[in-house]
């Protein structure tokens, strides 16, 4: 068992930065990638950003390219959401994953930390 526990989310302007967190304990050892969704209000769960556990590789949806990085610090068993530019169209709450193979879908999932972009 693996569990997540998502922070740092909250009110932003549009324009402002947030950082996310998402804290992994447990059997982390058989993690093959960490990913961030969201889920707007009203629509459905959309992938953000994945990275390999060892963090060297990475990948983003197109909407936030150049705006979103994301990061793992090895030590801590902590990956990172750094979100820049932020608009209102990136209001959601956000879900950290864990997968165990490239190929498996992502099955563990933190609680989720709301984010808020206002006008």
């Known amino acids: 068992q693996v569990q997540l526990v998502e922070s740092g989310g909250g009110l932003v302007q549009a324009g402002g930065s947030l950082r996310l967190s998402c804290a992994a304990s447990?059997?982390?050892?058989?993690?093959?990638?960490m990913g961030w969704f969201r889920r707007a209000p009203g629509k459905a769960r959309e992938f953000v950003a994945t990275i390999t556990w060892r963090g060297d590789i990475t990948s983003y949806t197109d909407s936030v390219k150049g705006r979103f990085i994301i990061s793992k610090d090895n030590d801590k068993s902590t990956v990172y959401l750094q979100m820049n530019s932020l608009k209102p169209g990136d209001t959601a709450v956000y879900y950290c994953?864990?997968?165990?193979?490239?190929?498996?879908?992502?099955?563990?999932w933190g609680q989720g930390t709301p984010v808020t972009v206002s006008s």
């Open positions: 447990g059997r982390t050892a058989s993690t093959s990638a």
């Open positions: 994953a864990r997968r165990t193979t490239p190929s498996a879908t992502f099955n563990s």
